[in-house]
């Protein structure tokens, strides 16, 4: 039997992906190496694009109800008060990005909330299941378990992380460089008597300093901290001894004592990625493909919108409705924002340590930019010939909108957009006609609404955000592509007709 797509990876990237495949119906296996999921914190960071991403999964609402948005930032210098900060203070909700912060969660607790949802589409991890090699010929790919079996599918994806074995076998080059003098212990501890009502970030004049961040539903903290040196210079292997050392002399603090850690570790910066995110049937998704500097916490969000980017076009080939050509493009999109995420994680990264060495400044100083959220460079964006190109281009990310349905209830655009097929917008009157016989003659790859067309219309544009976010005046119609990018903006009824007839193999 040849299941889809092997997915190689449990972790945030990986169940992305098995999610994103299930919805549109595609088989999938998803393997770990590890014999039960771990309960570390890890990247604990979800950005505000990502809970985008995370609603249209299915999920975000699960993610906001266990995680933390705007913790405060209390910052420390010699054990004394200096500020509280939120990051996010002076951003607020708009009509076209509902999401105003990002959210802070553990690693562990955002993948059992993926996990439970790849389980309503019956599909489980299968844990302790090791890939030791694969073969791939024109048809498939044979993959080689560590007890002898085998399994087949027609594609493979390997979501194994920096140190991915996927990679390896397939010989890709990982180009960049891995600075040892730039390290961080880390891990999950007790500590009682500190506040779980801010990330405490305690500095000194010395230089260093310590971060404890509060787990939001636990009675953990995450604890940051350079290493602890001995004499030689060496860095001492982190500890829950070594861990209290470094909390006495940086915060201060006295009486609290750390315990109970259920994790400990030591990050070094690594800065690296892939000439190739493909190779013929196999791909490279997420930490297996780039590894950052922790500074913005954009590793996890990266591989995320990764699987997001390369489900729906994995799934349009099983299906044979798409070829090779919309398969390349995920490497054409995503090789870019790996590249861009390296360069602006590294510069963040250097900020962060210069943060650390001078009194009162803050960690989110060193914040990089917010991500890249298009890909106007791309081949599956079209050229506009409608629109305004000052506010929203092919490629971009797909605004949010308030509108009314036919029946006159509140819905937003991206509760449209949640169905896994493309999505045509038809606004006015005028293309009304044309947005019914595009979606019949694209019927399962097509949802189509008008917006503003009378009587008759899908959508009412009730408040005017949808046209103001889309850049629409005249009559338009706008293609809205599975991950929620525009595709087309045109108002040209052939012009969809083309694109679709490029980039799938739809019978038209």
Do not use: C
């Given at each position: 039997m040849t299941d889809d797509v092997l997915i190689v990876g449990a972790g945030p990237t990986g169940l992305t992906l098995a999610i994103e495949l299930a919805r549109r119906g595609a088989g999938v296996r998803i393997v770990d190496a590890a014999p039960a999921p771990h309960c570390h914190s890890h990247a604990k960071g979800v950005q505000a694009r990502t809970v985008e991403v995370l609603e249209d999964v299915g999920v975000a609402g699960r993610v906001l109800d266990a995680g933390l948005t705007h913790l405060p930032f209390r910052k420390y210098f010699d054990g004394v008060h200096v500020a509280d900060t939120d990051p996010f203070a002076d951003v607020a909700p708009t009509p076209d990005a509902p999401y105003d912060s990002g959210v802070l969660l553990g690693q562990w607790q955002l993948e059992g909330i993926l996990r439970d949802r790849l389980a309503e589409f019956g599909i489980a991890v299968e844990l302790g299941t090791e890939v030791r090699g694969f073969e791939q010929d024109a048809d498939g790919v044979n993959a080689t378990l560590a007890d002898g079996g085998r399994i087949r599918a027609a594609y493979l994806a390997g979501c194994d992380g920096g140190r991915s074995g996927i990679r390896k076998a397939l010989g890709v080059r990982f180009d960049g460089t891995t600075d040892e003098a730039q390290a961080m212990v880390c891990g999950d501890v007790e500590a009682d008597g500190i506040g779980r009502d801010v990330w405490h970030q305690w500095f000194t004049s010395e230089g260093g300093g310590v971060l404890l961040c509060p787990l939001p539903g636990t009675n953990r903290f995450q604890f940051q901290a350079g290493p602890e040196l001995d004499d030689a210079g060496r860095q001492i292997p982190p500890s829950l001894e070594s861990f209290q050392r470094i909390f006495d002399r940086h915060a201060r603090v006295p009486g609290v004592r750390l315990a109970?850690?259920?994790?400990?570790?030591?990050?070094?910066?690594?800065?690296?990625?892939?000439?190739?995110?493909?190779?013929?049937?196999?791909?490279?998704?997420?930490?297996?493909?780039?590894?950052?500097?922790?500074?913005?916490?954009?590793?996890?969000?990266?591989?995320?919108?990764?699987?997001?980017?390369?489900?729906?076009?994995?799934?349009?080939?099983?299906?044979?409705?798409?070829?090779?050509?919309?398969?390349?493009?995920?490497?054409?999109?995503?090789?870019?924002?790996?590249?861009?995420?390296?360069?602006?994680?590294?510069?963040?990264?250097?900020?962060?340590?210069?943060?650390?060495?001078?009194?009162?400044?803050?960690?989110?100083?060193?914040?990089?930019?917010?991500?890249?959220?298009?890909?106007?460079?791309?081949?599956?964006a079209a050229p506009a010939t409608t629109g305004d190109r000052d506010v929203l281009r092919p490629g971009d990310r797909a605004p949010d909108a308030p509108c009314l349905d036919a029946a006159g209830r509140p819905v937003r655009l991206f509760q449209v957009y949640a169905d896994p097929r493309f999505t045509l917008l038809g606004f006015g009157t005028e293309v009304a006609g044309a947005v019914g016989k595009l979606a019949a003659g694209h019927d399962g790859l097509v949802q189509a609404f008008t917006v503003d067309a009378g009587e008759v219309s899908d959508l009412h544009e009730h408040e005017g955000h949808a046209r103001r976010a889309y850049g629409v005046t005249d009559p338009a119609l706008v293609l809205i592509r599975p991950d929620n990018h525009v595709a087309v903006l045109t108002r040209d009824p052939a012009d969809i007709t083309a694109y679709l007839a490029t980039h799938t193999a739809d019978p038209v």
């Open positions: 109970n850690p259920t994790w400990l570790s030591t990050w070094r910066a690594n800065v690296r990625m892939v000439d190739r995110m493909r190779v013929g049937r196999v791909f490279l998704v997420g930490d297996s493909a780039h590894v950052h500097p922790i500074a913005g916490g954009l590793g996890m969000n990266t591989g995320i919108q990764d699987a997001y980017n390369l489900g729906w076009k994995l799934a349009l080939a099983t299906t044979g409705r798409a070829g090779p050509a919309l398969l390349d493009t995920y490497e054409e999109e995503r090789l870019p924002v790996a590249a861009w995420t390296l360069d602006v994680t590294n510069e963040a990264l250097y900020r962060a340590i210069e943060a650390v060495k001078e009194p009162g400044t803050g960690i989110e100083s060193a914040a990089p930019p917010p991500m890249g959220t298009g890909y106007r460079w791309s081949s599956l």
